[in-house]
């Protein structure tokens, strides 16, 4: 993992918020690189859930709700958390994970001493934000920074269903940001305070939930895969009674073998009638779907699936990363997904004379007029060029060279084969899209 944090700042990846200032705890910003994975994991995502279907609609909702929102799904309750903090340390601990989680040590003022943690009374700690809207500061203006997109697809179910005449079965899918004051977060951008989710809700016929949930969990295993995760580096974990939440008919999680060990990547819940019947009840309104060929009404279940955008960033940087040694050299080298990568290409003159820094910058801007992110290097040798390159995850690079001018022909090298091959420069734009095809 440290070696994934310093090459993700070295190559653009990932910063840590504020890091002038010293840094904000668990806030992460992304970089130029960063950014593109980002986007490019969200695109897959949308894409898949939402262009390729015709029972799933698009949704946007806001960061800031009405706080009975809050009241209703349970989170102002029962979104808590028993916290213990050492009187020497200073540190903060979950109580349910003092017996597998070692408390800190502060040295004591005696060379070579350490004092052990002494711990406080257990206390309630709120995972959610809490902000005013308006002027006035007091109990009356309190809003909460939501803790997950789910709530605004419930709140916004006849909305969508009416305005898009869907019926049911059908989904509503949104991604967006969501905030939790996590006490205990880490491990690079696995947990943090701020953080983008990509969820789906799929409103079924009761009686019919179990199928769809198994036809979901298989769907989005499958899309993990196509993303080009190391199948060997997921499974399914089957939440048991002592795990499942209080709405959960059945849970499961889509497991990622990090280096710090089997974590959660993605949830998918059974959420029964929980959520629009809380919100019916809260809000005075009827929430029913209407059927009205079979003549009747009901409250849809709901089954999720919910993914943590910057936990699949995080999963693909890991399973990509791979040190080996070529020619007697050290390689570091990210063998991201060519679909996800940030840069699809990079565009090198193999010598700054000759026209072929022309060359080099003319094909460069065909592949961005095109849509195909590419970069445009001429610093150094070409050896080392290849190695940034391969750092940053960049599948193909395209040197520019003497028989370039004579031909018209460039050189293509392959990241992870290491193979070169001649492609007429006037066909690398079409080249590099057949192989960028997504199925």
Known sequence: ?????????????????????????????????????????????????????????????????????????????????????????????????????????????????????????????????????????????????????????????LNVQTSSRQK????????????????????????????????????????????????????????????????????????????LAHYAKKAMDIEYHFPFGWKELEGIHNRTDFDLGRHQEYSGKRLEYIDSGAGERFLPYVVETAVGVDRTVLVLLTDAYHEEEVEGEERVVLRLHPTVAPLKAAIFPLVKKDGLPEIARGLMDELRRAAIPAFYDESGSIGRRYRRQDEAGTPWCITVDGQTAEDGTVTVRDRDSLEQVRVDASQVKGWIRERLEVE
């Open 168 to 243: 049911i079965p059908f989904g509503v899918a949104q991604i967006g940001k969501a905030f939790r004051n996590e006490i205990t977060p880490g491990n690079f951008i696995f947990r943090t305070r701020e953080f983008e989710q990509a969820e789906m809700q799929f409103f079924v016929k009761p009686g019919s939930d179990d199928e769809w949930f198994e036809y979901w969990r298989e769907e989005r295993m499958a899309w993990h895969r196509s993303l080009g995760i190391r199948e060997e580096n997921l499974r399914f974990h089957e939440h048991g009674p002592g795990e």
């Open 1 to 157: 993992m440290e070696k994934l944090v310093s090459l993700a700042k070295r190559r653009g990846f990932v910063f840590q918020s504020s890091e002038i200032y010293g840094g904000t705890g668990s806030v992460w910003d992304y970089g130029p690189l960063g950014i593109e994975l980002k986007r490019n994991v969200k695109e897959r995502w949308w894409s898949r859930m939402v262009h390729q279907r015709d029972d799933v609609e698009g949704l946007d909702a806001s960061i800031l709700m009405h706080p009975r929102v809050w009241e209703a799904s349970g989170h102002v309750e029962g979104f808590t958390d028993p916290l213990v903090e050492c009187k020497v340390c200073k540190k903060r601990f979950r109580q349910d994970q003092l017996s597998t989680q070692a408390c800190g040590k502060k040295p004591s003022k005696t060379p070579g001493e350490t004092e052990e943690c002494e711990l406080g009374e257990p206390r309630l700690f709120n995972l959610m934000f809490k902000t005013f809207m308006g002027p006035v500061e007091d109990a009356a203006h309190v809003v909460y920074l939501r803790p997950e997109t789910a709530q605004g697809s419930y709140v916004n179910f």
